[in-house]
Each structure stands twice: as structure tokens, then as C-alpha cells.
């Protein structure tokens, strides 16, 4: 069955960064197109970023644009996501995602804390 | 960017009564780009709904999705123990992509 495993959250100071990545099984990765939403408690949802199968289209939110760098290896059956200068209200469950439109399959998400 | 603003904030209801959850867009989502999930604590949201009406894979029958253009309802006919969590939707008609703020059912 379709599994995706998230891993590289953790505490940071503001500034800091933090590279997030995600382990898929039980399909093709190289067929989808892969995305990135986080989630907090006072902001809700929100797609952060998509990425096409052959990594030629790709999607940012304005509210990390600039800051956040959304990668895959297909032969590795990974997506990453590099997050530099962060800021406290980057705190968030990041999960990665199967798809860019709505989403059937959702890793189980990784806590990033931005704190000093 | 299309705003969703869901109602209420929160249903408070028995197990057997029937839930309606209401998700209004600031535009419309087009041809029914509107999805809806659940999310109990500690988990990751789970897919309900897409293309407005049409169930996803498991989903049992009892939960509905109708509507379109800016309004969208999400009902549940017979509220089963299991069914108490949050629902938020979803649009994906253009980017940004965004979620509605939720709605809690709880008893």
C-alpha cells in the first residue's frame, strides 16, 4: 500500500535551516506529481509547494517563496524539501503528500519548531 | 486567492442525528474543484470528498457532498461515534490551493 514516511523535523533557531525529507513506497513515484502542506493550529492548512513528476513544474506559496526549495529523486523514491531563513511562524506539521489537486494519501507529517 | 469560510465553527450533535457542514468560496471554484477531508487528533487529514460530490474510496455512504460554484455542503446522514472530528475543505481550481478553517463535530 502506498506509504509516505517524513523525517528531518525538529527544533531551530529563527534563521536557521532545515532540509525535510520524505520516503515513498507502494507506487511509482516517478508517475505523480508530490506536494507539501503544513499545518498549525492558528493558520489552518496550507499547500506550501508542488513539484511535477519530471521536477519541470513547480509551485511555491507566496508565504515561502524565496525560502523554501522543493526537490525529488525519483531513483531514491524521495521528495525534499530545503527550508532556509526560517521564521517562528514556519512552525508547523509539514506533510508530504501524493498529488497537486486533492489528496487521497498524506504522510503521517513532521513537527518543525522555530524557536529561540 | 479564493477564500473558503466554512459553517459553523462548530456542530455540536448525538450520534444518529444528521450533520450538515456548509464551505462558501470568495469566487467560484469552477467546475466543482472542491474536495473534503477529516481529521481526528494526531492525524493526518483523510480525503472525503472530491469534485464536490464524489465519494472517495471507503468512504461510507452515509457521507454526502453537493453543490457547486460558491456553495458547497457536506452532510452527513447518520452520525456514527467515529464521525466526531473536524472537516475542513479544499479547493483546487488554481493556486493557491487553500483549506477552509474547519468545522469541529462534536457531541
Known amino acids: 500500500q502506498v506509504q509516505l514516511v517524513e523525517s528531518g523535523g525538529g527544533l531551530v533557531k529563527p534563521g536557521g535551516s532545515l532540509r525535510l525529507s520524505c520516503s515513498a513506497s507502494g507506487f511509482t513515484l516517478s508517475d505523480f506529481y508530490m506536494s507539501w502542506i503544513r499545518q498549525t493550529p492558528g493558520k489552518g492548512l496550507e499547500w506550501v509547494s508542488y513539484i511535477s513528476s519530471g521536477s519541470g513544474d513547480i509551485y511555491y506559496a507566496d508565504s515561502v517563496k524565496g525560502r523554501f526549495t522543493i526537490s525529488r529523486d525519483n531513483a531514491k523514491n524521495s521528495l525534499y524539501l530545503q527550508i532556509n531563513s526560517l521564521r517562528v511562524e514556519d512552525t508547523a506539521v509539514y506533510y508530504c503528500v501524493r498529488g497537486h489537486s486533492y489528496v487521497y494519501h498524506w504522510g503521517q507529517g513532521a513537527l518543525v519548531t522555530v524557536s529561540s | 486567492e479564493i477564500v473558503l469560510t466554512q459553517s459553523p465553527g462548530t456542530l455540536s450533535l448525538s450520534p444518529g442525528e444528521r450533520a450538515t457542514l456548509s464551505c462558501r468560496a470568495s469566487?467560484?471554484?469552477?467546475?466543482?474543484?472542491l474536495a473534503w477531508y477529516q481529521q481526528k487528533p494526531g492525524q493526518a487529514p483523510r480525503l472525503l470528498i472530491y469534485g464536490a460530490s464524489s465519494r472517495a474510496n471507503g468512504i461510507p455512504d452515509r457521507f454526502s457532498g453537493s453543490g457547486s460554484g460558491t456553495d458547497f455542503t457536506l452532510t452527513i446522514s447518520r452520525l456514527e461515534p467515529e464521525d466526531f472530528a473536524v472537516y475542513f475543505c479544499?479547493?483546487?481550481?488554481?493556486?493557491?490551493?487553500?483549506f477552509g478553517p474547519g468545522t469541529k463535530v462534536d457531541i
Open positions: 469566487q467560484t471554484v469552477g467546475s466543482s474543484y
Open positions: 479544499q479547493h483546487y481550481a488554481s493556486t493557491p490551493f487553500t
